[in-house]
């Protein structure tokens, strides 16, 4: 397994040699470190059987202070210039697949860094710029070096240099202000040595040469043991994951191998969203959470409505507050903030609950009021009324038509004028309307022998009615044993508990008999048919007139005597 560092400066692991003008010197950074075997996997397929566990990738930079100054050449001159040698020194040994150049050249492209080529990307190399041979620029040229790269981490070069033609993009220093030059994959602590050739801002006239000294990198792993590791947990500091190591932490850091960054509980609190003290920042619910500090009615139409809450709870009521919220009608009610609908303005229609008014609307003083006619001598007349002179309508009084002098138990015709459209209700004291109640002329038989009435009551088409108009009449008693032939037959005669009736004209729907003493007084009274048994024991001794009463029939009367 490898682990892959991507421009992470490992200071620990970094030994700078610095010089005057744009060249600073050369630093290490370890890009990869691998930890041993694993299986196969399509990060590390290549050495399935660890053949490189505990070595370390580093990348080798010169470092300028400015974008624009490009590293020309990399040399050693033992003899003419009495520089340093130019060399990679790893004891421990480098892994170097690609054997056929010292420096970085057209047989490295990283389109072949897979399946058996996989591991050509951690070859161990020389360069310009170039960490494989498609990378941007121009490859660099050498001249002095080695046949080839087989010895490239204990070859020594007196006299030799790695340089580019003109000065191509991987030459400058750039944003990063850093140029790579070497890349030495090995198990151990290892040197670089080289002095360079600048062209300070990129200008081919202003050279600057400088041998700043071997670099010595100390590897992470000393015989596969960590270097460094403070706290003897075998991770080395360098590797350390500092963090909280806490599972229940609110900064727990699975990825944390030290645990001195320490932890925090500050993320505790309530993570339901809608209870009332719902804590945004929290992560790890505590318990906490309440429901009711919060909770009203939310509906700003309600009644009820609490502007606090924001937890509706069901209780929004729309009563109280309904009513009529209109300042101009007659039945507004301050504090209202819900119309029901039920506002009552001037100009609505009413009933002002007065005879004879048409068109009740509200007037301005909120009273209901119709128009109606104003004339006392109408039979419409309402003082209360708005005048409407147009709407008085008059009834015109006459008399009654008819006997003054009736004879007892003797049907007569009493009649009044007619007026189109008018109906007439008939009144009668000791007498009976036998037919024509409703129209202008009845049919009245009288009884008893003292004074009765015949009153009427027109009602015009337009619902007027008129003063009521009465005849005094003069009744004359009729004996009751001169009466005719019995229309009915009765019997026994005298009769004493039981009467009976048989009466063939009547037909199914038979008739209402009413019994009379001989003073006109109703002492008896029911529904028979055609044939009946009337209990008359209850009744005094004497003579008493029995009048049958049919439907589209006359009244029939006769006689009996009880004893």
């Known amino acids: 397994m490898k682990l892959k560092f991507t421009s992470v400066l490992l200071l620990a692991l970094i030994t700078t040699f610095t010089a005057n003008a744009q060249f600073t010197g050369f630093t290490a950074e370890l890009d990869t470190v691998f930890f041993g075997p694993d299986t196969p996997t399509p990060d590390d397929p290549f050495d399935p059987d660890g053949n490189l566990e505990f070595y370390g990738a580093y990348r080798i930079y010169a470092n300028f202070t400015n974008e624009s100054d490009a590293l020309s050449a990399l040399y050693s001159d033992v003899g003419s210039l009495g520089t340093p040698s130019m060399y990679i020194d790893a004891p421990c040994g480098c892994h170097n697949p690609?054997?056929?150049?010292?420096?970085?050249?057209?047989?490295?492209?990283?389109?072949?860094?897979?399946?058996?080529?996989?591991?050509?990307?951690?070859?161990?190399?020389?360069?310009?710029?170039?960490?494989?041979?498609?990378?941007?620029?121009?490859?660099?040229?050498?001249?002095?070096?080695?046949?080839?790269g087989a010895n490239i981490c204990s070859d020594v070069i007196d006299n030799g240099s790695i340089f580019s033609v003109g000065m191509p993009q991987n030459s400058a220093a750039g944003t990063d202000l850093k140029v790579l030059?070497?890349?030495?994959?090995?198990?151990?602590?290892?040197?670089?040595?080289?002095?360079?050739?600048?062209?300070?801002?990129?200008?081919?006239?202003?050279?600057?040469?400088?041998?700043?000294?071997?670099?010595?990198?100390?590897?992470?792993?000393?015989?596969?043991?960590?270097?460094?590791?403070?706290?003897?947990?075998?991770?080395?500091?360098?590797?350390?994951?500092?963090?909280?190591?806490?599972?229940?932490?609110?900064?727990?850091?699975?990825?944390a191998t030290d645990n001195t960054g320490g932890c925090d509980y500050s993320c505790y609190g309530c993570t339901d969203e809608f209870s009332c003290n719902f804590n945004a920042e929290a992560t790890l619910d505590d318990g906490s959470c309440e429901y009711t500090s919060c909770a009203g009615c939310t509906d700003p139409v309600a009644c009820n409505f609490n502007m606090e809450a924001w937890l509706d709870d069901g209780t929004c009521e729309y009563v109280t507050c309904s009513g009529c919220t209109d300042p101009a009608a007659c039945n507004y009610e301050d504090g209202m903030t819900i119309d029901d609908g039920t506002c009552i303005l001037p100009g609505d229609p009413c009933d002002d609950g007065e005879e004879y008014t048409y068109d009740d609307f509200i007037q301005e003083d909120c009273s209901c009021t119709g128009y109606g006619c104003d004339d006392p001598d109408a039979c419409n007349y309402n003082p209360n009324a708005i005048p409407d002179p147009g709407s008085c309508n008059y009834i015109t009084l006459y008399t009654i038509v008819g006997e003054t002098n009736p004879n007892a138990i003797t049907l007569l015709t009493y009649s009044y004028p007619n007026t189109p459209g008018s109906t007439y209700e008939w009144v009668t004291t000791f007498g009976d309307i036998e037919d024509g109640e409703g129209t202008n002329e009845v049919e009245v038989a009288w009884w008893g022998d003292d004074e009765g009435t015949i009153c009427v009551t027109e009602t015009n088409s337009g619902g007027c009615s008129g003063e009521q108009v009465c005849l005094d009449v003069d009744i004359t008693p009729v004996n009751l044993d001169e009466l005719g032939p019995v229309p009915f037959i009765m019997y026994p005669s005298p009769a004493t508990?039981?009467?009976?009736?048989?009466?063939?004209?009547?037909?199914?729907?038979?008739?209402?008999?009413?019994?009379?003493?001989?003073?006109?007084?109703?002492?008896h009274t029911s529904e028979i048919g055609s044939v009946a048994s009337l209990d008359v024991s209850g009744l005094a001794r004497g003579t008493y007139l029995v009048k049958l009463i049919s439907e589209g029939e006359h009244s029939l009367f006769s006689r009996v005597i009880l004893q």
């Open 98 to 148: 690609v054997t056929g150049s010292y420096a970085m050249d057209a047989s490295n492209p990283s389109t072949i860094w897979m399946g058996p080529f996989l591991d050509w990307e951690y070859d161990t190399y020389m360069t310009i710029g170039m960490p494989s041979s498609d990378a941007p620029g121009f490859l660099p040229q050498g001249v002095g070096l080695p046949t080839n």
């Open 497 to 523: 508990t039981t009467l009976n009736i048989h009466a063939p004209r009547l037909g199914a729907s038979g008739a209402i008999v009413q019994i009379r003493d001989s003073s006109g007084r109703l002492v």
């Open 181 to 255: 030059v070497a890349q030495v994959t090995t198990c151990g602590h290892f040197s670089f040595s080289a002095c360079v050739q600048v062209f300070i801002n990129g200008d081919q006239e202003v050279i600057q040469y400088d041998c700043p000294g071997v670099l010595e990198v100390t590897h992470v792993y000393d015989d596969g043991e960590c270097v460094n590791d403070a706290d003897g947990d075998g991770i080395c500091d360098e590797f350390e994951v500092i963090g909280c190591m806490e599972e229940d932490a609110c900064n727990y850091d699975p990825e």
